[in-house]
């Protein structure tokens, strides 16, 4: 992560946090159809946010 500023990193931070919450939120929406369409939107979220970061810390 060289050449990374500090205010990236806790962005950073911040951002795993959410993929953290939204992932354990996904793991509990399979009761029905709607839950289980809802658990790959928020795994798709997830993974967009993962990226991103990724993104800002190159």
Avoid: F
């Avoid at 951002?15 to 159809?33: C, G």
């Avoid at 289980?36 to 997830?46: D, H, P, S």
Wanted: proline fraction near 0%.
């Amino acid at each position: 992560m060289s050449g990374v500023t500090i205010g990236q990193g806790i962005k950073a931070i911040d951002a795993l946090s959410k993929i953290q919450s939204l992932l354990a939120a996904a793991m509990h929406l399979t009761a029905s159809d709607e839950e289980t369409e809802l658990q790959l939107e928020l795994m798709n979220l997830a993974e967009s946010i993962a990226a991103k970061t990724l993104e800002c810390c190159k």
